[in-house]
């Protein structure tokens, strides 16, 4: 195969990798420099000539004649009568260039060669996207599914560049087909191997940051700021936002009028539902706002160990606490205070039992299930009608109904 051949026949690389001819040209000088190391042990005395315009390559080899019998290295030295058989009037001391054909480095080495040349494009290709999505890393970004497995997504790009979306990067209520269109954050590139893997999530925070920028002009422009962004995926979100334009309410723009711009932030999350806070530098009304819908009567709050005694009516305690206790969990996230709730008009002279003091009788994840919802005393609980009590736990009503009962049993002793 001539050397011109061999280039025409890796044009395909070109075209599918989207490769630059000079970059090609380059990789190829590499490759076959490889090639002569390995069969001539060196190659210094060789000239590669390439010309980028043409696609074509000639490869010379330079050595110095001397007297027959007196070559040492025959790499870079020719016999005198060897380099006549060339051209006739070659003299000793005189410098040979012969051109070198790839049919000399032998079959096998050409094999070596285009796998060679194979692994320098993908190395090539490797780094360029590498680079791309390193640029790219908390950015939203859309792909295609393309193949789903059980603890990861595979997608693919416009490019064909393979995006992955682990399971734990995914929200809960996700469930995706082959064809469907994902969006997400480039959450990170790692190199497995020379290979880089691109990390997709939509679980993080930022990606929901990302999403007020694209979805809310005035985020976009600059008008509102996002402050903070806490998240339990798929369920709740509290997001806090400020403005330094007095005439702006950043609440009410990031809403719309009836929720109109951010129903779409929702939908995308598997409607998340989620808080739009003011936020403020006052440590007390950025924890009351925290724990809206909850009206709080009043906080007492330790600077140094970063708590906050958060004072309620016993009805509000529940809305505090949220279903599941997100409420109270994001809002500690948020406001970056550990949340203590303590319920007003309750006396230690009053007659009430804590429930875990029933845990001979009641199963801890029955207790948990209370706890959730605010309820951690025996009086608490049975002043709740039981279908309520069913409605806000993921408890049966058999089961609330004997809680009840042993609760009922303590207070009639």
């Not at 040209?25 to 980028?52: H, T």
């Not at 950015?139 to 997608?155: C, G, M, Q, S, W």
């Not at 999350?269 to 809206?292: K, P």
Request: charged content about 35%; aromatic content about 6%; hydrophobic content about 40%.
């Amino acid at each position: 195969m001539e050397n011109i051949a061999l280039i025409d026949s890796f044009s395909e690389f070109k075209d599918d990798k989207l490769i630059d001819r000079v970059t090609l040209m380059a990789i190829l000088e590499d490759v076959f420099r490889n090639a002569l190391k390995k069969k001539y042990g060196s190659d210094d005395n060789f000239d590669i000539i390439i010309n980028p315009d043409k696609g074509d390559m000639e490869i010379w080899r330079n050595r110095v004649v001397v007297a027959d019998g007196e070559v040492e290295d025959e790499n870079s030295e020719i016999s005198l009568s060897e380099a006549r058989r060339i051209e006739p009037d070659f003299e000793v001391g005189e410098d040979v260039s012969e051109e070198v054909k790839l049919i000399q480095l032998g079959r096998r080495a050409i094999l070596a060669l285009r796998q060679n040349l194979i692994s320098k494009i993908h190395e090539h290709d490797n780094t360029n996207l590498y680079k791309q999505f390193k640029d790219l890393i908390g950015d939203i970004y859309t792909a295609e599914v393309h193949h789903v497995r059980p603890k990861v997504v595979i997608l693919m790009d416009d490019e064909g560049n393979e995006i992955v979306l682990p399971k734990e990067k995914q929200i809960p209520s996700d469930y995706f087909k082959k064809g469907d269109s994902v969006r997400g954050i480039i959450e990170s590139v790692e190199l497995k191997g020379n290979k880089p893997q691109i990390i997709m999530s939509r679980t993080a925070p930022l990606f929901l940051e990302k999403l007020f920028e694209q979805e809310i002009p005035e985020v976009f422009d600059g008008l509102i700021s996002v402050k903070n962004v806490v998240r339990i995926p798929g369920e709740k979100a509290k997001v806090a936002v400020d403005s330094y334009d007095d005439r702006i309410d950043p609440v009410g723009a990031c809403v719309g009028m009836k929720g109109s711009r951010i129903h779409g932030i929702v939908r995308e999350l598997g409607n998340e539902n989620i808080d739009v806070i003011n936020y403020t530098t006052n440590t007390q009304l950025y924890i009351t706002r925290a724990l809206s819908p909850a009206k709080v009567s009043s906080i007492k709050i330790n600077e140094e160990k970063k708590t906050a005694e958060v004072f309620l009516k016993v009805e509000e305690v529940s809305k505090a606490i949220g279903r599941g206790g997100h409420n109270i969990r994001l809002a500690g996230q948020l406001t970056g205070y550990e949340l203590d709730v303590i319920r007003e008009g309750l006396t230690e002279e009053e007659d009430d039992v804590e429930l875990r003091e029933f845990s001979d009788e009641i199963e801890e994840w029955v207790i948990l299930e209370f706890e959730k919802i605010g309820l951690d005393t025996a009086k608490s609980i049975l002043d709740q009608d039981v279908a309520d009590l069913v409605r806000r736990t993921d408890l049966e009503e058999e089961t609330v109904l004997e809680v009840v009962r042993v609760l009922k049993e303590e207070f009639d002793r």
